[in-house]
């Protein structure tokens, strides 16, 4: 049920359906849309939480992550010590990975999204 509920999650996302900063719907309201019990969604929830995917806000709700995952998170330490490779591999590696990410965004994009992207590196 874990899996269904990060498949379902990343149709949403995929689907444009849930975008980062979304709250999620109330978990009642999520657990009959999936037609799971709450306890399975939640199991679900604390996954895509413990990825970087959702973060829940206390008294808030839960939301799809606004912005880059953190370079620093208890599931990249624990991966970095599983397989012996530092902070600063891992740092380099993501740089060289949202360069070309970027580039391939920035070819893709349609003139609205060019405008956010100059927006946003004008911001910085």
Do not use: C, W, Y
Request: cysteine-free.
């Amino acid at each position: 049920m874990t899996e269904r509920v990060i498949n379902q999650i990343r149709a949403l996302i995929q689907e444009g359906k849930l975008r980062p900063g979304d709250r999620l719907p109330a978990e009642r309201d999520l657990a009959r849309q999936l037609r799971i019990s709450r306890a399975s969604l939640r199991a679900g929830l604390r996954s895509l939480a413990a990825l970087g995917v959702l973060v829940s806000r206390h008294g808030s709700g839960t939301f799809i992550a606004d912005g880059p995952p953190a370079l620093v998170s208890e599931p990249l330490n624990l991966l970095a010590a599983l397989h012996g490779f530092t902070a600063e591999q891992m740092f380099e590696a993501r740089r060289l990975v949202e360069v070309a990410i970027a580039g391939l965004a920035a070819e893709n994009a349609t003139p609205d999204q060019l405008r956010i992207m100059a927006e946003e590196v004008s911001e910085t």
